[in-house]
């Protein structure tokens, strides 16, 4: 992968109304680069445009990206705002905490919508448009979890395992092309993520060392930069995974303590 300025390419970004979607618009379009953010809450999103302050490098649009006519007229509104894109980002995302056999089938399938079919599908979509891009780059935010699943988040776990591989392969798929693949794998991350997650345990029991937004954008920013494959954000996620690698039997003890 190659070394890339973000200045003045078009980024098509997801889940832009809260936490590091909203950091990594912020601080995108700080680099000069031009920013189509969408999201549901569109009152979220006309509050960061004001913050913002940059018309020419910042534009959003309300998209819940479960919806193809949603991603469509998405894609369509930035390709006239900013003349195509460089970049798309699959950050928009959702959780679900609790234990499997207490949840139904309905839960399962909403996770996978957001967190791993629509994600897909906007590169499907975009995939044309990227090819005729500079340099570009499909950027897809997982999880440590994706990496090394725990118990009471099997669902969440499966959809990022899902990213995790689909990245792998349309990366591979994607090489001759010179179209890069990232994966970004955060470690908790204080947002309003576990506000908002469903199931019967509204928070995980630990949230030491949890990282800010602003710092898991400031390293995804560095990764597109510096052409990373993936990137996990945090010491103890790489030493989760490693453990992982390296002795399962230990991680899955651990994992299952920590619970
Ligand atoms: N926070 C953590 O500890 C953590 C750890 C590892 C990975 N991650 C991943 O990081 C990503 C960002 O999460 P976050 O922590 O920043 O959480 P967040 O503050 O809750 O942000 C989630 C974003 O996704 C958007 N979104 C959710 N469903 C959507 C839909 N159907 N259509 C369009 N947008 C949708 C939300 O916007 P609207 O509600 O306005 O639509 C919001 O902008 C997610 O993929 C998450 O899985 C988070």
Known sequence: MAWRT???QRVLLTGASSGIGRELAIQLVAQ???VFALARRRSRLEELAQEIN???LFAFRECDVTQPADRE???Q???ECFGGVDILINNAGSGA???FAAADEARLRKLMEVNFFAPVEFIRLTLPVLRQGNKPLIVNVSSVLGHRAVPQKSEYCASKFAVHGFSDALRAELAAEK???MLVSPSTTETEFFDKVTGDRQKPRGRFGAKSPAYVARATIRGMQAGRHEIILSTGGRLLVWLDRLCPPLADRLV???G
């Open 32 to 34: 000069g680069t031009k």
């Open 256 to 258: 299952a303590w920590w």
């Open 97 to 99: 905490i609790g234990p």
């Open 179 to 181: 179209i890069d693949v």
């Open 73 to 75: 007229q998405s894609l």
């Open 54 to 56: 940059q018309p020419e």
């Open 6 to 8: 973000l200045a003045g």
């Open 77 to 79: 509104t930035c390709i």
